[in-house]
């Protein structure tokens, strides 16, 4: 049996892979064989049965109880190095050593028991995510010339059109096409309710259709699917150890090492300095060396961690390894961005306002676009989209999907450029648009004179006064600079934001700040209706970094929460950073120590709860795991307490800390 951080992996594996489960299942035959030999040869001895078949069943005991014992001691010899598999083979050798064959076999029995729950106990802890396969269908109806045709989901291509009915799971990852229906989506995302679906929304493998049918468009190839990359995110996740896995794994040699020492110095001392008897001596040795051994230490991190991971999982948090669990839960400041993450990112444009004169049928008045008596609110607006049209950036995407709703012809821009955290600009027939905050203004275009800027200014102040973001547009006209016009836009907040951030304070969080680069007074209009402690606006992505850094000089902890795109050097400089997912974006999954699948804030305090209680019941584990171990030492020591019943407070305790490590697998927050 492998009880030290092999025994993870053998349990990965065992549990992961298909073709492992009947290595598995001859563990659990080797245990019956021990457990028949064990009694067979003790009730052998009782009824005075021939010593050859009382051997003969202890020898089956022996063999079968400590194969995988001795294979595990000489392969981790030849590294070299030495593993607690070996302390056991040899407490069982010394006990048939000195005529003590049961015990010895019930050290064996009761050891390779306790390996076959712990590698079941860590299977167990991936099964939430393992599961996520089975719920993908193998199949989907492609949708070919008006003809459905069942077609598997590795040759199906991007651009493809399936079909689902009600109560099928959808195979694929795509756009509808056509249809309104509701989808469960709590497999992934851990949405408590069914989502409302019709064309233009995304949906993803492995959810359920319920209510109509639709037609998808598919949007990614099977192994790219949001199912699919969750699975693979999860299982990596397992892979990487924690702190305090990380610290028991460059524990576990020295302590065996020590132990092994520590029962020869008890065998040799007595013997050569107070004259005890062999026997009684090495027996109480091979006692000590079982009560010694730190099997439910090694465990309990693993079966706790694991499963806490697992949990997560189901719940539509992605924990990206076992370190950020326990970090977490040591967060007593949170930094929110504000669009995208305390908003719904959404952006909409709101106001378009021109400063030229608009003629009574809103067209153009002279014949160049940008002609200061031909300006229009929609001239202004398709102005405007031609910069952003270049521009990935929320201002910039609403801006040109503001001028297609309106149905303007937006002109052709070239030599685009973009100032990060101020604004953009671009030549559009022939002359230069910018597109900015007053930030932008005032550092980009410092030296220059601008026609009607106190005006744009006023405007704009106003705008932001009633919680709207607001850029002026400057142009060139007759070879001067002047303000064109300006946009205001809006988002909305989430509506599952305040309590949100309600619920982090009731989880123990001190201080929550706002970081964000939209201007002041719309940051602090925002601020206000949470009731966030401290708003820092108008800053650049450098400047975020700083004030996560001068958070980290006040508090254990500090975690960031942003869309993991603008956010990527402040995520990076905190704590743990944490991405909202919308249940599978590319950049948030790859960037995020923690993951928030379908953008869902309110997993956020459960995240934070879930890791608290994995850290508590850490503690929980090692007060077992080593008070086991020193009351049997104690008591061995003292009251020279039997074999039999050190191996069953050693094998109990390993046997319970994984126990306690499977219940995160139910925490529900």
Request: with cysteine.
């Amino acid at each position: 049996m492998e009880t030290s951080s092999s025994a993870v992996s053998a349990a990965s594996d065992q549990s992961t892979e298909p073709a492992a489960r009947p290595v598995v299942r001859r563990q659990a035959a080797f245990v019956v064989l021990t457990f028949l030999g064990m009694v067979s040869g003790l009730l052998g001895s009782w009824f005075g049965a021939p010593d050859w078949l009382v051997w003969g069943s202890y020898a089956v005991a022996y063999v079968f109880g400590g194969w995988y014992g001795l294979k595990e001691s000489l392969r981790a010899i030849r590294k070299p190095a030495v593993e607690i598999d070996l302390l056991m083979v040899l407490a069982a050798l010394g006990a048939l050593f000195i005529g003590a064959p049961f015990e010895g076999a019930m050290l064996l029995f009761l050891f390779s028991l306790s390996g076959v729950l712990e590698e079941y106990a860590i299977g167990r802890s991936r099964t939430a995510i393992r599961s996520l396969i089975e719920m993908r269908p193998e199949s989907a109806q492609i949708l070919r010339d008006g003809t459905e045709t069942p077609t598997p989901i590795d040759n199906v291509e991007v651009g493809d059109v399936f079909v689902v009915r009600p109560g099928d799971r959808l195979p694929l990852d795509g756009v509808v096409e056509s249809g309104e229906s509701t989808v469960d989506q709590s497999s992934l995302t851990g949405e408590s309710v069914p989502v409302t679906k019709e064309p233009g929304d995304e949906v993803f493998s492995g959810t359920i259709n319920e209510t109509g049918s639709l037609e998808v468009r598919v949007t990614r190839e099977a192994q790219e699917s949001a199912i699919s990359r969750l699975i693979h995110m999860v299982e990596r996740a397992q892979e990487k150890r924690a702190p305090t896995q990380q610290l028991i794994d460059r524990f576990e040699q020295p302590y065996v090492v020590s132990v092994i020492a520590l029962t020869a110095l008890a065998i040799a001392l007595p013997i050569a300095l107070l004259d005890h008897p062999f026997d009684s001596t090495f027996y109480r040795a091979m006692t000590l060396m079982v009560a010694a051994s730190p099997c439910a230490v090694i465990i309990s991190t693993p079966a706790a961690v694991l499963s806490a991971i697992s949990a997560g999982g189901r719940q539509g948090v992605l924990f990206k390894g076992g370190e950020h669990i326990e970090t977490a839960g040591s967060v007593d400041a949170v930094a929110f961005d504000k669009t995208g993450t305390l908003t719904e990112g959404n952006t909409r444009l709101t106001d378009v306002r021109a400063r030229g004169p608009v003629s009574s049928d809103g067209g153009s008045v002279g014949g160049e676009l940008i002609a200061e008596e031909s300006l229009t609110d929609d001239r202004l607006l398709a102005i405007a989209a031609a910069v952003q049209s270049r521009s990935e950036h929320h201002l910039g995407e609403a801006t040109v999907e503001a001028a297609r709703e309106r149905d303007l012809e937006i002109p052709a821009a070239t030599g685009f450029e973009a100032v990060v955290g101020k604004g953009v600009r671009a030549t559009v027939e022939g002359r230069t648009i910018h597109i900015g905050n007053p930030r932008y203004v005032r550092t980009e275009l410092e030296e220059q004179s601008i026609d009607g800027l106190e005006a744009g200014l006023d405007a704009v102040r106003d705008l932001e006064h009633g919680g709207k973001t607001s850029v002026l547009v400057v142009g060139e006209t007759d070879d001067r600079l002047r303000v064109l016009g300006w946009l205001a836009f809006s988002d909305t907040i989430r509506s599952d934001a305040a309590e949100t951030i309600e619920r982090l304070r009731e989880r123990g969080v001190e201080q929550i700040v706002m970081l964000t680069g939209d201007n002041e007074r719309v940051a602090q209009y925002i601020a206000e209706e949470l009731g966030i402690d401290e708003v820092y606006a108008e800053l650049l992505p450098e400047e975020k970094v700083d004030h996560i850094e001068a958070l980290q000089e006040r508090h254990e902890a500090v975690a960031m929460v942003g869309d993991g795109v603008n956010d990527a050097p402040a995520l990076a400089t905190a704590d743990i950073s944490i991405g909202m997912g919308g249940a599978g974006t590319d950049v948030a999954l790859e960037t995020a120590d923690i993951v928030l699948m379908s953008d869902r804030l309110d997993r956020l305090p459960y995240a934070f709860a879930l890791s608290k209680e994995t850290r508590r019941t850490l503690y929980i584990n090692f007060a077992i795991a080593f008070g086991a171990i020193a009351i049997m030492v104690t008591a061995i020591l003292t009251a020279g307490i039997p074999l039999p019943l050190a191996v069953v407070g050693h094998e109990g305790s390993t046997v319970l800390v994984s126990l306690i490590g499977l219940r995160l697998l139910r925490f529900d927050g």
